[in-house]
């Protein structure tokens, strides 16, 4: 564990997925007050999407060594060690599990608890939002989404204090500049955007013809993860099994590449994807970046986001030479692009932190109130709990009574199949399952 330092901050941050361990952990960094060294400890939730090493190297986690846990033990430590702040990288119900969990503890010293998004938020606004009522500080990336959060929160009679603007923590790298004798687009694949086999297909499909007409370019197809490996979300029909079914195979000038999505902005000339976060990335280096058209401007996939950004084009439009230029209003409002601001985007959030530091030091921070409650949601909550093995109340349902040493060997033991019983499990579905499914779709 950290030695302990009065100085420094003790950060403990929870995530379910690469992406979410990438955020929660920048974001731990950049919240703490800047006189102040943070000691940072790393754990990831287990399930579906827990990462694998390749994921986290990617990302660059290696160096924080995240140790896998389930929730129950997560808050076992938060009992056992005491930490300062917790940054809660996680989906919406699992956000909301951890806020009732740390509440039932009943910890004389409770951690600061922070939470937010790790990207774009098109869907769900209001689920989400609501499963992480409750969090001292529910951080937005931007100026326009601290405004739609606050409205949702004060449109249901909560509290809305603890929403504040910062930013997305890994924006970053140097401004574009065209190089002499380079020519590289980018495509950002999403997991699950576009969906269904005949969507994705189609867009791998016109980027490889983007490619032949233009055979002196550069194209790569940023992947997300290799086959089998999940992310936030379940890739059904990964590009790579695409990709092997291309008539005539894949052009030269054509590759498939994996990596950290800064690295690759580093040689992007024209970024392109339907909706992916990376899109707010490539915007922030002033990338010229296309939102893409072709199956529509619509909710499911979260390209209706950008309508006013000027970066709607189509794959058509791109093949003939069009290169969207950004709107900078509409840049400005979402946290990218803006001159000189992006320095400061956490300095709100870190006077938020500090203040509530002060306020823990004094023992006056003030109870865990989400606005989830059995009053509020006597259908929704209980179940969403136990699905965590969470009671109603917020306590562990795997609690025992009882503690001579022949329970505790039986709950080591227990634990220990549990364990490997989840392992097996995410090993059936992250790669057992999609075999399965190319076999019947032969």
């Known amino acids: 564990m950290p030695s302990r330092n009065s100085h420094a901050v003790r950060v403990a941050v929870l995530a379910d997925s690469d992406t979410r361990w990438k955020w929660g952990a920048l974001t731990a960094r950049r919240i703490v007050p800047e006189e102040r060294d943070t000691e940072l400890s790393g754990f990831l939730l287990r399930g579906r999407a827990t990462p694998t090493a390749r994921q986290l190297a990617e990302v660059g986690a290696e160096r924080d060594a995240p140790r896998e846990v389930t929730g ?200 392109v994807t339907v909706s992916s976060t990376a899109a707010l990335e490539s915007l922030h280096r002033r990338i010229p970046t296309a939102i893409l058209t072709d199956l529509g401007v619509r909710e499911p996939l979260g390209n209706h986001h950008f309508i006013g950004s000027g970066c709607l084009a189509s794959w058509d439009q791109l093949d003939g030479g069009h290169r969207p230029k950004a709107d900078a209003v509409w840049a400005d409002r979402q946290g990218v692009a803006a001159d000189g601001s992006y320095s400061s985007a956490f300095d709100q959030a870190r006077g938020r932190v500090a203040k509530l530091l002060d306020e823990q030091a004094e023992g006056q921070l003030p109870a865990i109130a989400p606005y989830y409650t059995t009053t509020t949601a006597p259908g929704y909550l209980p179940p969403l709990l136990s699905r965590y093995h969470l009671a109603p109340d917020g306590s562990p349902l795997a609690e025992r009574a009882g503690g001579n040493s022949t329970n505790g060997v039986r709950r080591v033991v227990r634990e220990a199949v549990r364990g490997a019983a989840r392992g097996a499990y995410r090993h059936g579905v992250q790669r057992v399952a999609p075999v399965i499914r190319r076999m019947g779709e032969l």
């Open 72 to 271: 129950n033990v997560f808050l076992q430590t938060l009992r056992d060690e005491s930490y300062d702040i917790v940054v809660l990288a996680l989906v919406g119900g699992a956000v909301q599990a951890m806020l009732h969990g740390v509440s039932a503890l009943r910890l004389p010293r409770r951690p600061v608890l922070v939470t937010g998004y790790v990207g774009v938020v098109y869907e769900k606004l209001s689920d989400g939002l609501l499963l992480r009522h409750g969090a001292d500080v529910v951080l937005a990336n931007s100026r326009h989404d601290a405004g739609r959060f606050r409205s949702v929160y004060e449109g249901v009679g909560a509290d809305a204090s603890s929403v504040t603007e910062a930013a997305l923590p890994f924006l970053g790298g140097e401004r574009y500049v065209p190089a002499e004798g380079r020519d590289t687009v980018v495509f950002a694949a999403q997991p699950s955007v576009p969906l269904s086999r005949a969507d994705r297909s189609y867009v791998l499909k016109r980027l490889v013809e983007h490619a032949r007409l233009h055979p002196s370019r550069e194209v790569l197809l940023k992947l997300r993860s290799q086959v089998g490996e999940h992310t936030t979300h379940i890739e059904e029909f990964p590009y790579q099994r695409l990709a092997e079914k291309i008539p005539g195979g894949l052009p030269p000038n054509f590759q498939l590449v994996y990596g950290n999505m800064g690295e690759v902005l580093d040689r992007t000339d024209l970024l």
